[in-house]
């Protein structure tokens, strides 16, 4: 299966070149292969942690052409385009990047060692490439699906030791109870940012004020976000900030990490760029002893069987997860399923020593977005030893696996049909890598 490269999709990808060594090492039609690139690429697959193999610089060779070969044809495509303001907002979105690793904008041209134009001019080619490669693979491998019977089928096809071996996984549910704020205490929360929204039009900076008091990281930034679409974005959130007018302040946004006042920057399509000042609400002894009592009270009647499991999270629980019987997701990949390692401290703490079917004592925890404390009941459902993957306990992993193969065969395919008619040049410095070949036709 091809080497998919990390290239397409870093955020780091302005190096320095050293002009004086570079060299032409491919030409696919329109497209410049440097040795600067294999370089680049090569030291950036190493510092992702990469274990370096004998055959991962004509791996990435190899997977560097085939970019290239796909800008080309994207650029040639009548029917692919590249907007410019989606273009300009990514490069903005890599220098805010850069600016919050550093520090500020001046020690980002400092650690670069060219001026911030400079960057964005170099950056805009970058991104402009890596979205018509994106684009043009999407338009080869969009439409590719696979059923069921065809993963049973790729299944089949597969030697022993290439099924994949799934680790320990458990399957959770939980029950949430959250501290409640005072009516009083909310107030005077949105009391304070409403008068934070008076001072700022009264002349005072956002970023400054964001910076004294705003309780997120951005406060380090001057509140400011960088661009984001709307999916990247909580809803209450996204829904106040998408209406706003460049400069304009948002009024006070309750989301589920606390409150905020939102100010726009810059909006491109549909990519926003705002600040905000989120203040974050801080519970009382007695809000978190009223929240201890009732998830006890509730342990009580689940075990002396007054109410089960699955109707107290219907009927009490306040985290999101009760619209899903109160399963807890997997955020990495979607699916009900955690390896230990992948569990948070706390809740692996909790079922260390659960057989299948127990339930938790009540325990305080963090909430799953982090931001404040919950008291927490968790089920373990299911507890699925190591094992080599099947149709019955893995289908979404066999899935996945058998349509990502599907996919690189179209794109394989794709490859062989469009060869031929495109002009390509090969360095014979890249003669002793297996792909040479291949790519010569």
Not at 89 to 115: D, H, M, P, T, W
Not at 380 to 387: M, V, W
């Amino acid at each position: 299966m091809r080497f998919f490269i990390i290239y397409i999709f870093l955020l780091c990808s302005v190096v320095v070149q050293a002009q004086s060594i570079d060299k032409i090492q491919a030409i696919i039609g329109s497209e410049i292969l440097l040795i600067s690139d294999i370089e680049n690429q090569y030291n950036q697959i190493l510092s992702q942690g990469v274990i370096e193999t004998e055959n991962i610089r004509c791996d990435i060779i190899d997977e560097l052409l085939f970019q290239n070969f796909l800008i080309h044809h994207a650029k040639i495509d009548s029917t692919i385009e590249v907007n410019q303001d989606d273009v300009e907002a990514e490069v903005s979105n890599r220098i805010s990047f850069f600016e919050s690793q550093l520090g500020s904008i001046s020690k980002v041209e400092e650690y670069f060692r060219r001026s911030i134009e400079s960057m964005k001019d170099e950056l805009s080619m970058i991104v402009k490439d890596q979205f018509y490669s994106q684009k043009k693979q999407s338009s080869i491998i969009n439409d590719v699906k696979i059923t069921p019977n065809e993963v049973k089928e790729f299944l089949s096809t597969l030697n022993d030791d290439e099924i994949p071996l799934v680790t320990l996984k458990l399957e959770l549910s939980q029950l949430v109870i959250l501290p409640k704020l005072s009516d009083e205490k909310q107030q005077a929360i949105k009391d304070k940012l409403n008068a934070f929204r008076k001072r700022i039009y009264n002349g005072e900076d956002f970023k400054v004020l964001a910076a004294l008091y705003s309780d997120d990281g951005s406060a380090n930034n001057g509140g400011e976000l960088g661009f984001m679409k709307r999916e990247d974005l909580v809803p209450e959130f996204s829904r106040a900030a998408f209406k706003l007018k460049k400069d304009e302040i948002s009024e006070v946004v309750e989301s589920q990490y606390g409150f905020h006042i939102i100010q726009m920057i810059e909006r491109r399509g549909e990519q926003i760029n705002v600040r905000h000042i989120l203040i974050k609400p801080k519970f009382s002894s007695l809000s978190l002893k009223n929240a201890s009592d009732k998830i006890n009270s509730i342990k009580m009647d689940i075990d002396s069987s007054i109410i089960s499991f699955d109707k107290a999270i219907i009927e009490f629980s306040d985290d999101d997860s009760k619209n899903n019987g109160g399963l807890i997701i997997n955020t990495k990949d979607g699916t009900t399923q955690f390896t230990i390692e992948e569990l948070d401290p706390s809740i692996r703490y909790l079922i260390e020593k659960m057989n299948e079917g127990d339930i938790s004592s009540p325990s305080l925890t963090k909430s799953n977005d982090g931001s404040q404390a919950a008291y927490r009941l968790v089920k373990l459902n299911r507890r699925i030893a190591e094992h080599k993957a099947n149709i019955f306990d893995d289908f979404d992993l066999l899935k996945d696996f058998a349509l990502a193969n599907k996919k690189q065969k179209a794109l394989d395919k794709w490859l062989a049909d469009n060869i031929d008619n495109t002009y390509i040049n090969i360095s014979e410095e890249l003669s002793t890598c297996s792909c040479f070949n291949k790519w010569m036709k």
